[in-house]
């Protein structure tokens, strides 16, 4: 099945603006100064950060990869509450289920996109690299790459299921 990458875009455009939102906490957590910040548009990218370059490259990474943390501790947090209702009592109401939506959007879009891979790149090839940055920015390279290629085949879309749907049916199986 087909579906048009701007429809799933504007079906999931919360997961974009905490995406985005994860990339400019980052920056002000390291002080990075951020130029322009688009949370969602219609178009390629769906939004994007522009900051300063970075002295420090490794949090440069960090700000690439920041919104795998964010989007998937803010998806899984989101969908929690919801879980129990819907999955263990079967008495899910409206709310519960627009939870289990954004809990799902949210964690879909944790992915660093390959501009975010393109940054890292960059940045690990340039002379004076620490060695033991290029150890780590190597495979997160190689792993949002290889996420990228896997969202053709809706691995987002699994990652985010299994975040919002998965780990609390796991925890509710946990504590029974």
């Not at 079906?11 to 688009?38: D, M, N, S, W």
């Not at 999955?87 to 799902?104: A, C, E, N, S």
Request: glycine share 10%.
């Amino acid at each position: 099945m087909f579906i048009p990458g701007f429809v799933i875009t504007l079906l999931t455009f919360p997961g974009v603006i905490v995406h985005e939102l994860a990339h400019q906490l980052f920056c002000r957590y390291y002080k990075v100064p951020v130029f322009k910040v688009v949370y969602f548009q219609m178009g390629n990218p769906a939004g994007y950060v522009l900051h300063e370059a970075v002295r420090n490259k490794a949090q440069g990474i960090m700000i690439s990869i920041g919104p795998f943390i964010i989007n998937t501790v803010i998806g899984a947090l989101i969908s929690l509450p919801a879980a129990l209702p819907i999955f263990k009592f079967h008495t899910g109401r409206p709310l519960d289920y627009v939870l289990i939506y954004l809990g799902v959007s949210i964690a879909m879009h944790a992915f660093p996109s390959r501009g975010d891979a393109n940054v890292i790149w960059n940045s690990i090839k340039e002379e004076g690299t620490p060695l033991w940055v290029k150890i780590i920015g190597f495979p997160v390279v190689g792993l949002i790459y290889a996420g990228s290629i896997g969202s053709f085949f809706w691995l987002d879309a699994l990652y985010g299921v299994g975040v919002a749907i998965g780990l609390p049916n796991l925890l509710i199986a946990l504590l029974a």
